[in-house]
């Protein structure tokens, strides 16, 4: 009985690894899990919850897969972001855009230059933090 455990714990390990994996990139792919308030970053922090629930990360081994450096990046970009949203800098940005577009310049490309920059400049962090609404409902 007890070789029958070995053999098949790696191979479960191994569904439940790629099973794990799929879900967290379908909800990655969609931006949000069909029907629940499930969004990225929770996807992320359940996936790897789940990945060290069904062993296939051993709990000592999960603070290694942590780069640390690349939360302190995620983290001061999302500072930056929010502050330049709560003094306008987004909004400043529209009309600067707007007021500077000529006649023979068609307002859809305007809009493409702001949202252009706001995906540059912000990427999901922006639109995470409003700045993709706001950019897009004036």
Same mark, same amino acid.
């Given at each position: 009985?007890?070789?029958?455990?070995?053999?098949?714990?790696?191979?479960?390990?191994?569904?439940?690894?790629?099973?794990?994996?799929?879900?967290?990139?379908?909800?990655?792919?969609?931006?949000?899990?069909?029907?629940?308030?499930?969004?990225?970053?929770?996807?992320?922090?359940?996936?790897?919850?789940?990945?060290?629930?069904?062993?296939?990360?051993?709990?000592?081994?999960?603070?290694?897969?942590?780069?640390?450096?690349?939360?302190?990046?995620?983290?001061? *970009?999302? +500072?930056? !972001?929010?502050?330049? =949203? /709560?003094?306008?800098?987004?909004?400043?940005?529209?009309?600067?855009?707007? %007021?500077?577009?000529?006649?023979?310049?068609?307002?859809?490309?305007? *809009?493409? +230059?702001? !949202?252009?920059?706001? =995906? /540059?400049?912000?990427?999901?962090?922006?639109?995470?933090?409003?700045?993709? %609404?706001?950019?897009?409902?004036?």
């Amino acid at each position: 009985m007890s070789e029958m455990r070995s053999v098949l714990l790696p191979h479960t390990n191994l569904i439940a690894a790629y099973g794990i994996f799929m879900a967290s990139y379908f909800v990655f792919a969609l931006g949000k899990f069909p029907g629940l308030k499930i969004d990225r970053p929770g996807a992320a922090v359940i996936g790897a919850v789940a990945m060290v629930a069904f062993r296939v990360v051993q709990p000592q081994q999960a603070l290694h897969f942590i780069d640390f450096s690349t939360l302190v990046l995620l983290f001061s *970009m999302m +500072l930056i !972001v929010g502050n330049l =949203h /709560l003094v306008g800098f987004f909004e400043w940005y529209v009309e600067f855009v707007l %007021r500077r577009l000529k006649p023979s310049h068609s307002a859809r490309s305007g *809009m493409g +230059l702001v !949202v252009d920059f706001q =995906h /540059l400049f912000c990427g999901e962090l922006g639109a995470g933090l409003g700045g993709g %609404r706001a950019l897009v409902a004036e």
